[in-house]
């Protein structure tokens, strides 16, 4: 009999390409990976990859076993999504995906909140700018900033959250300096994998051609604290803060639109069903805060 665990460690050495980024997708160390794609191959009679610098290549043999896992891995999601949403109890997993900014900024203390209401619910929130696939059970709720709707999987059901727009952002104490005509170099503040935005330039202030880049968001809040420059921010991460202020003469920008997303049996699972009917409410008061119509302080 074939272990579908160990078809599920064959499976993310075959998507990684190495063991070190299988056992970290799995959650688990080196050297369990390396015993049970051992163990499989020796069930199997035969060698499923060839090692090179490179990392773990398939071999022929682990070619065609790669085709059948696949569909062993779709069958068994279908299966476990099909028994999910049967399950009309109040007790059991839920796990819930949305980017990082989302969970500590804004929508932790409802999850408390809800785990409060319903203590046997345990939740894992996977806060990961990666986007985790509902429809092979890697979460069983998403929250995600959608900018145009026809991109949605035509799988997935959703409910329509408030729209979600960001700002440009300085510190307080940087703003007072320039309005008092201290001069001094103004940087644009940027995550590294976006870049500067095309409207950068907008505002009475002006800005230097070199950027001060960061990997996160939480670096580039500090960033912009530390009187660095501007950056541009969801309006409920910056105007919440109270070292930082608009730019002058900047205007605001659509991101997108928040979704409460499930895959089809999943969520008619009981549980899932609270959730996003509780989570909807409170996005819906949110509407102003996240559409940058707070009060100002300035």
């Known amino acids: 009999m074939i272990d579908w665990d160990d078809i599920r460690y064959f499976l993310a050495v075959a998507r990684g390409g190495s063991v070190r980024s299988a056992a970290q997708s799995l959650g688990v160390n080196h050297a369990t990976v390396l015993r049970r794609i051992g163990q499989f191959e020796e069930r199997l009679g035969a060698q499923m990859f060839e090692k090179l610098p490179s990392g773990?290549?398939?071999?022929?043999?682990?070619?065609?076993v790669l085709e059948l896992a696949e569909q062993m891995r779709a069958t068994s999601h279908q299966l476990e999504t099909r028994v999910f949403g049967r399950d009309?109890?109040?007790?059991?997993?839920?796990?819930?995906?949305?980017?990082?900014?989302?969970?500590?900024?804004?929508?932790?203390?409802?999850?408390?909140?809800?785990?409060?209401?319903?203590?046997?619910?345990?939740?894992?929130?996977?806060?990961?700018?990666?986007?985790?696939?509902?429809?092979?059970?890697?979460?069983?709720?998403?929250?995600r900033v959608v900018y145009d709707r026809k991109t949605l999987p035509l799988n997935?059901?959703?409910?329509?959250?408030?729209?979600?727009?960001?700002?440009?952002?300085?510190?307080?104490?940087?703003?007072?300096?320039?309005?008092?005509?201290?001069?001094?170099?103004?940087?644009?503040?940027?995550?590294?994998?976006?870049?500067?935005?095309?409207?950068?330039?907008?505002?009475?202030?002006?800005?230097?051609?070199v950027p001060f880049r960061v990997t996160d968001i939480a670096a580039q809040i500090v960033a912009a604290r530390q009187g660095l420059g501007m950056t541009t921010l969801p309006c409920f991460v910056g105007d919440a803060d109270p070292l930082l202020a608009r730019v002058p003469g900047t205007a605001l920008h659509l991101y997108g639109t928040l979704w409460l997303l499930t895959q089809g049996e999943t969520r008619k699972t009981k549980r899932v069903r609270l959730f996003t009917e509780f989570l909807s409410r409170r996005l819906g008061a949110y509407a102003p805060l996240v559409a940058g119509l707070s009060p100002s302080r300035d």
Do not use: C
């Open 56 to 64: 773990y290549r398939l071999t022929e043999a682990g070619e065609e």
């Open 88 to 143: 009309q109890t109040l007790r059991g997993p839920l796990r819930v995906t949305l980017a990082p900014p989302l969970a500590t900024h804004l929508l932790m203390p409802d999850f408390a909140d809800f785990a409060r209401l319903h203590p046997e619910i345990e939740m894992e929130i996977l806060s990961s700018g990666e986007l985790a696939n509902l429809t092979n059970r890697e979460a069983d709720v998403a929250i």
């Open 156 to 209: 997935l059901h959703g409910l329509k959250g408030p729209d979600l727009f960001g700002g440009i952002y300085m510190s307080r104490d940087r703003l007072a300096a320039w309005r008092a005509g201290t001069p001094a170099p103004m940087r644009w503040i940027v995550i590294s994998m976006h870049g500067v935005p095309d409207w950068a330039h907008e505002g009475e202030v002006r800005t230097t051609g």
